[in-house]
């Protein structure tokens, strides 16, 4: 008997030793994805894969997907169009990934639109605007809050009509993505009857803004939509700040690339106050869902190792979300099959870390949540600040709203 | 929209906004101009300087102009280094040493690029000073003060320059090796050390230059490639080698292009320096005062 029993205990020691090996044997689910790490988008895409990382830890912490860890399969396209129809192919082909996430911004995406829709595959997409609206494919869910198209432009004449704009000044970059925002600006303009005073398009390069901004204020506008980059968005504000801009202008910003980035933020420090621009995340208490201050916490450690945007506001969280997603849908239809996920992404709301995410028709937002929101009582030179809220209070969307306008733009500057 | 009142703030504007792109050019119209050297990295020298002057400003509150000096000497250095290894690699060896001297200087150009990204960061960088965003008020009319801080300094700059290349020593035996080098030579001076110096000293001259483009917009890596066209435009048309040519030629651009984005539309400026360009060199092709 004894040695039965111990023969019995030792072949199910031997089973339980097998399944277990079995199950660590599983290979991994592999999200693959390439991700600007070096070049203009750079700053942008670190920010983003460590949020993306941070979902990966805290999902493989919990035991993984469908029982097997999550493995990211990450490449540096440089931040060009033309690095990520390449890496992308080899990601489905040679490293033969599970799931496939888009790199930050539209540039890097655009091109791979085309691939992902003939072979049918699943894209989460990571902050492009409108790359899937001449494409059409129906298995791309961009995670960025963006919405229909014309919201951008839409939310911010709402706040500038009642707060009195009766017309309109446009100061656009000359760049597909400034120019996208000045195009719906314009439409929205005219839906609205609201004449357009000054529409100026300034080239890349422009050294000194003095000049236009003398132009722009002689125009003597109500409302000014400005839709800049990073390096003119600093040279904008501080003309503005010297020559002056007058003040019939009730309301100014809307579409300022950069002022979302802590170290430009720091840069600008004063100037920035009364400036109302779009942003995606900010910590105003109505932006605080389920889970979003631990993965600050954790994003604030690990931002530093990183060399990274230590607030990682605009990107980082919808990064994380992203990867919620994913979670909550291959759960749910406890698959991978890629025709499954896309099914219930589109058919159901997401609980995320930057709030409830539902899909319209064309895989973006069905409601827009760009905010809005107008800078206050910013010093110079400390990033901290920009950590506790008060900072840039919400004006828009209504739900997610933490004060009212400050109007006209001069007043709002003290 | 045209207003007198425009029209004359976009002309003063122009005249400071010409003076600051001769500061950045003056060093050029010595190095391209007087010696010949395709130097197409002297805007990233410039940007390099500029982000010398953050250092010094962001760790030690230095004011920018005072750290424009302190770095002088160091690029007087570092001008006299690059000329002995472009001499040494490419000069030295004869005819075609125009041609492949673009390549090793634009080789520069993107090392000290990448340097720059791997100390600083891909993000823009600026300096505090207290004429940093500040503004002169005559009336309704305002002009940003680090605009006439820029002014002042390139004016005091160029005209430093010229006065040395013209009344001292070395600065006549620099315009000597410009105009003949074999003559130089047979007089028993070295035209190489000579061309090294005066190298140093375009080089030197980028250290207040690199200031002033940091007081008057925020820096990042890659400006470099903004300039390339501006500095080179103002320098052919000035006529080469020539100092007052440059400022005057840089004037006449800032002007241009001030009026044409406060009356005409901004989209048109950067064809202005290159149309400017076309038809000085159509009436006087050998620039606006060169010889």
């Known amino acids: ?414 | 929209m045209f207003s007198m009142d425009l029209l004359l703030g976009a002309v003063v504007l122009g005249v400071l906004l010409g003076c600051f792109y001769a500061a950045v050019s003056v060093g050029l119209s010595v190095s391209f101009g007087l010696l010949d050297v395709p130097h197409v990295a002297h805007p990233a020298f410039l940007v390099l300087a500029s982000y010398g002057v953050y250092q010094l400003n962001e760790s030690y509150d230095i004011d920018p102009l005072l750290a424009g000096l302190a770095i002088t000497p160091l690029f007087f250095l570092f001008g006299l280094l690059a000329y002995r290894v472009y001499y040494e690699t490419f000069e030295r060896r004869g005819s075609d040493a125009g041609v492949r001297g673009i390549a090793f200087f634009f080789g520069i150009a993107f090392i000290i690029e990448v340097l720059i990204i791997l100390q600083f960061g891909v993000d823009q960088r600026s300096v505090s000073a207290t004429y940093i965003g500040k503004s002169w008020r005559f009336g309704e009319f305002r002009i940003p003060i680090r605009q006439l801080v820029a002014f002042a300094v390139a004016l005091a700059l160029t005209v430093l320059l010229a006065v040395y290349l013209s009344k001292t020593f070395m600065g006549r035996a620099i315009r000597a090796v410009a105009q003949d080098e074999e003559a130089l030579r047979l007089m028993g001076a070295n035209p190489v050390r000579i061309k090294q110096f005066a190298f140093g000293i375009a080089t030197a001259v980028l250290g207040i230059a690199g200031a002033l483009l940091i007081i008057v917009a925020p820096v990042e890596p890659t400006l470099d490639r903004a300039y390339i066209g501006r500095t080179f435009c103002v320098v052919v048309m000035a006529g080469l080698g020539s100092i007052s040519g440059t400022l005057i030629a840089a004037i006449i651009l800032g002007v241009a292009e001030s009026i044409v984005l406060t009356l005409f539309g901004a989209s048109w400026a950067p064809a202005i320096s290159f149309a400017m360009l076309l038809g000085v060199l159509a009436v006087r092709p050998q620039g606006l005062l060169g010889r």
């Open chain 1, 1 to 414: 008997m004894k040695r039965r029993t111990f023969l019995g205990g030792a072949m199910a020691v031997a089973v339980l030793g097998q399944g277990s090996s079995a199950l660590a044997q599983q290979p991994p689910i592999k999200i693959g994805m390439s991700m600007p790490q070096t070049g203009g988008l750079a700053g942008g895409g670190k920010a983003s894969l460590l949020g993306i990382e941070i979902w990966r830890d805290d999902i493989n912490a919990k035991g993984g997907l469908l029982g097997r860890k999550v493995e990211l399969v990450v490449y540096d396209d440089k931040s060009s169009a033309s690095e990520t129809p390449a890496i992308y192919a080899k990601l489905v082909d040679v490293d033969k990934v599970d799931l496939l996430f888009a790199p930050y911004a539209t540039v890097p995406t655009a091109p791979i639109m085309p691939f992902v829709k003939q072979r049918g595959l699943l894209l989460m997409g990571n902050f492009s605007f409108q790359v899937n609206s001449k494409v059409g494919h129906d298995m791309w869910f961009n995670n960025a809050p963006w919405g229909p198209a014309d919201s951008w432009a839409a939310s911010f004449l709402d706040l500038a009509q009642k707060a009195g704009g009766k017309n309109m000044a446009l100061l656009t970059a000359d760049q597909e993505f400034a120019q996208n925002l000045a195009l719906t600006a314009r439409d929205v303009a005219k839906k609205r009857n609201l004449p357009v005073v000054f529409d100026q398009v300034y080239p890349p390069n422009t050294v000194e803004f003095s000049s236009i901004i003398r132009a722009l204020k002689a125009a003597k506008p109500d409302i000014v939509y400005v839709a800049s980059y990073p390096p003119d968005s600093a040279g904008i504000l501080r003309a503005v700040n010297e020559i002056g801009i007058g003040d019939d202008v009730k309301i100014f910003g809307g579409g300022m690339v950069g002022l979302q980035f802590a170290a430009v933020m720091s840069n600008l420090g004063s100037l920035l106050n009364g400036v109302v621009n779009y942003n995606t995340w900010l910590p105003e208490k109505s932006m605080y869902f389920d889970g979003t201050k631990e993965f600050f916490d954790k994003y604030t450690k690990r931002a530093v190792e990183a060399k990274v945007d230590p607030l990682g506001y605009y990107l980082a969280p919808f990064g994380y979300a992203m990867g919620q997603m994913i979670e909550a849908a291959v759960n749910s239809t406890k698959s991978l099959d890629q025709k499954g996920i896309a099914k219930y992404l589109r058919e159901n709301e997401h609980k995320t870390i930057v709030g409830p995410i539902a899909f319209s028709a064309d895989g973006e937002r069905k409601e827009t949540a760009t905010l809005q929101a107008q800078f206050r009582g910013v010093k110079d030179k400390d990033i901290e600040q920009f950590r506790s809220p008060g900072k840039q209070v919400i004006l828009f969307p209504e739900k997610l709203k933490t004060g009212d306008l400050i109007s006209p733009f001069e007043a709002a500057r003290k």
